[in-house]
């Protein structure tokens, strides 16, 4: 699958399925395909899934600063715009879904749907 270098650090992603790109925000321990791969293949049937391993995580670069949920999102976000998306839907899954919700709050009319899931309060 596909690195790309973005903000000054290799981030690894999965890239599946076709259509409507949906960027999908993994959880605390996880990267873009551990835990989750029956519901991004399923995904996969309906959407252009996008599911990258977040800074620090998985296959990714681990930068020596920067892991505020905004610079999480700002990496994604030079990723999508390096696919040539002007607007995706987002899931953001544990820990995943405070990064889904910065890339939202920053880039608002680039985000059609925003799904936000299982979280400790």
Known sequence: MPYLTVNDATFY???I?????????HGFMGS???????ELDWLATRYRVIAPDLRGFG???????????KAMAQDIHAL???LNYDRIRLV?????LMVAYAYAAQYPAEVDRVVLMEAFL
């Open 92 to 96: 953001g899954h544990d820990i995943g």
């Open 17 to 25: 399925g076709s259509g409507v790109p949906l960027v999908f925000f």
């Open 13 to 15: 992603y999965e890239d």
């Open 32 to 38: 873009g395909r551990s835990d989750t791969s029956a």
């Open 59 to 69: 296959q990714s670069a681990t930068p020596e600063d920067g892991y505020t949920k």
């Open 80 to 82: 999508v715009k390096s």
